[in-house]
């Protein structure tokens, strides 16, 4: 399957992504509460593209895991802003280099089945989500 691409160039983007997320996951057969956590991930991630890189994109697609190739929803959000200069840092509960909570990308990790970030100062963010299809 090709991967489904919503560009984030704008705050109602985030609304947009966050929607194609949320429909993607009741079709493949994710649960109300599913459905919502992706959707929450989602929008904690484009928000931040937004806020800190301005323009990125969301992928969206199904890919076979290793174990057992078991199916999950992947959700790639990248962008080529400023990068994440101390990531360790970035997942910890309540830092935040604004006046955010700093809960968006460590709760992403905790909604989501498969979390990985990889960000280079001046090169940009890629973060890799997914939630195993039931
Ligand atoms: N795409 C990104 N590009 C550059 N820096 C980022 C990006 N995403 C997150 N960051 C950095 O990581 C920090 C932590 O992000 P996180 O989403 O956890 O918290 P927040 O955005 O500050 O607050 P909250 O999401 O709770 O409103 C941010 O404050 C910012 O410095
Ligand atoms: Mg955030």
């Given at each position: 399957?090709?991967?489904?691409?919503v560009?984030?160039?704008?705050?109602?983007?985030?609304?947009?992504?966050?929607?194609?997320a949320?429909?993607m996951?009741?079709?493949?057969?994710f649960?109300?509460?599913d459905?919502?956590q992706?959707a929450?991930?989602?929008?904690?991630?484009?928000?931040?593209i937004?806020l800190?890189?301005?323009?990125?994109?969301?992928?969206?697609?199904?890919v076979?895991?290793?174990?057992?190739?078991?199916?999950?929803?992947?959700?790639?959000?990248?962008?080529?802003?400023?990068?994440?200069?101390?990531?360790?840092?970035?997942?910890?509960?309540?830092?935040?280099?604004?006046?955010?909570?700093?809960?968006?990308?460590?709760?992403?990790?905790?909604?989501?089945?498969?979390?990985?970030?990889?960000?280079?100062?001046g090169?940009?963010?890629?973060?890799?989500?997914?939630?195993?299809?039931?």
């Amino acid at each position: 399957m090709e991967p489904e691409r919503v560009p984030v160039e704008a705050e109602h983007h985030i609304v947009t992504a966050r929607q194609r997320a949320r429909t993607m996951a009741a079709e493949l057969g994710f649960g109300v509460v599913d459905q919502t956590q992706i959707a929450a991930a989602v929008s904690e991630l484009t928000r931040n593209i937004v806020l800190y890189a301005e323009a990125g994109e969301v992928l969206l697609s199904v890919v076979e895991q290793s174990p057992g190739r078991v199916r999950a929803l992947q959700i790639v959000v990248r962008d080529r802003g400023p990068g994440i200069q101390d990531t360790d840092l970035a997942m910890r509960d309540g830092w935040s280099s604004s006046e955010g909570l700093g809960l968006g990308l460590p709760g992403t990790q905790r909604l989501m089945d498969f979390f990985e970030l990889n960000s280079k100062a001046g090169v940009g963010t890629t973060i890799t989500v997914r939630k195993t299809i039931p």
